[in-house]
């Protein structure tokens, strides 16, 4: 059995504001040392409820656990180009193949090609088109997992630029659908396997529209 931690570190980002304070010296006397976070839901590895995008949706601590936690298959990408833009045959040749209602992860190895904390991590990823996404939304997947910024319209955020909403693909297509998204995974160059069993339970936030999560994968259970 091997664990492989796929979470980005939560720490000073150039795109996310925040602040990682600690009060406390234990050396200097003090019984405790008590760390302070602020930083925003939708930064780092986290998952997105149905209200991040349509009113009167789940929130996060509605999305259930089995959505994801669960069985899941790696697409192996690892070869894809900087702002190549992936379609659906790209997707069903790498897919090995599995039953509907699992998980789907999206391993392009991205952070090795690009620091996430630069803007090139954003500015030069690759990225699905509609017909990908509709192609991921027809396997019904429980979730779909990404180490990548997915939709081409993240990389204008950095810029303040603003599109139509059904340019970002991967939201408009599988969150309306119900199928949850995971997203900024790193360290998926490790994986070994074609199936494993994947962990991404965000934070029980109530009323929020997503969370951090602790992702990782667990090879080896024959899942």
């Known amino acids: 059995m091997r664990i492989i931690d796929l979470t980005m570190p939560i720490a000073p980002h150039f795109r996310w504001r925040t602040q990682v304070s600690v009060a406390g010296d234990i050396a200097a006397g003090d019984q405790f040392r008590v760390t302070r976070l602020d930083a925003t839901c939708h930064g780092f590895s986290h998952v997105d409820a149905q209200a991040h995008i349509l009113a009167n949706a789940p929130t996060i601590e509605q999305t259930p656990l089995e959505r994801v936690v669960g069985a899941c298959r790696v697409l192996r990408l690892e070869d894809v180009q900087p702002e190549e833009e992936i379609g659906p045959d790209r997707l069903a040749a790498a897919d090995p193949g599995g039953a509907a209602g699992e998980i789907l992860l999206l391993a392009a190895g991205w952070d090795r090609q690009r620091d996430s904390n630069t803007p090139e991590f954003w500015r030069h990823a690759p990225w699905l088109n509609r017909a990908a ?30 599109v139509p909403f059904d340019q970002h693909v991967t939201h408009d297509v ?16 490790e994986l070994r396997d074609a199936r494993c069993l994947l962990s991404a339970a965000p934070l029980k936030i109530p009323g929020a529209d997503g969370g951090p999560a602790r992702i990782y994968a667990i090879e080896g259970l024959g899942v």
Do not use: C, H, K
Request: aromatic share 10%.
């Open 133 to 162: 996404a509709e192609w991921l939304a027809a396997r019904a997947p429980s979730a779909v997992a990404f180490d990548f910024p997915q939709d081409y319209p993240i990389r204008l955020l950095l810029d303040g630029v603003e």
């Open 174 to 189: 599988l969150l309306r659908q119900g199928v949850t998204l995971v997203e900024y995974l790193v360290n998926t160059a």
